[in-house]
């Protein structure tokens, strides 16, 4: 069966960059979250989205931003990357109503 | 979404039955109790989910008290592959509900 598929697996930046972590959700799934997992911490949510709109949002620093696109993927976009940023960034999707959440491999960011 | 209390850490005997209790005392009359685990670095897994009836699935049981203050998740036959942490999640289901993580239990599955 089809799952989450997230990019890149691994990415390596320096303080001050951008980077941008795609998540593709499993078809037909038409909700998208976003998960924070530091060193040695619990997963931590982000931001979701539900039909392309931003449906809930945690404790996302300013300086990230994310969106749905019409094909359901969805992007996370982090500016001025901070040596706290390192952690892996885990998407998950489900079908609105469906309890379940799949979640991606994970995109296991660094920041030097 | 209530709070809830897990041992931070267990172990258990491989093939013998391994039973996780969380507390989930301020549990709304409207909120579930989930189960997810992680494995090593992974990406969480479903495991189970029940509001007051007890349930089973491949996977799991799920035993809710009566009076729903507390749960216990039942891995029947422990493998090594159950080494994971188990995170116990209360929360209302509307379906695209975020999920909360709390400090869960690290499971080790010992030979």
């Known amino acids: 069966a089809a799952g989450v598929i997230q990019s890149p697996r691994h990415l390596i930046k320096e303080k001050r960059e951008t980077a941008t972590l795609k998540c593709y959700p499993i078809?037909?799934?038409?909700?998208v979250y976003w998960y924070q997992q530091g060193p040695g911490q619990d997963p931590q949510f982000l931001i979701s989205?539900?039909?392309?709109?931003?449906?809930d949002k945690g404790s996302i620093p300013d300086r990230f931003s994310a969106q749905q696109f019409s094909d359901y993927h969805s992007e996370l976009n982090m500016s001025s990357l901070e040596l706290g940023d390192s952690a892996l960034y885990f998407c998950?999707?489900?079908?609105?109503?469906?309890?379940?959440?799949?979640f991606g491999p994970g995109t296991r960011l660094t920041v030097t | 979404d209530a709070k809830t209390t897990q041992p931070t850490s267990m172990d258990c005997a491989e093939g013998r039955a391994a039973n996780l209790p969380c507390n989930h005392s301020?549990?709304?009359?409207?909120?579930?109790v989930y189960w997810y685990r992680q494995i090593h670095s992974q990406g969480p897994q479903y495991i189970i989910h029940?509001?007051?009836n007890n349930e089973t699935n491949e996977m799991a049981s799920l035993i809710i008290t009566e009076d729903r203050k507390s749960s216990t998740l039942i891995l029947p036959h422990a493998t090594l592959r159950d080494t994971a942490v188990y995170y116990c999640?209360?929360?209302?289901?509307?379906?695209?509900?975020?999920?909360?993580f709390g400090t869960g239990t690290r499971l080790t599955i010992i030979p």
């Open positions: 998950a999707s489900n079908t609105r109503g469906f309890y379940e959440q799949y």
């Open positions: 078809p037909r799934h038409d909700t």
């Open positions: 989205f539900y039909e392309k709109m931003q449906s």
């Open positions: 301020t549990i709304s009359g409207n909120e579930y």
């Open positions: 029940g509001l007051k």
């Open positions: 999640i209360v929360r209302v289901d509307f379906g695209n509900e975020k999920l909360t």
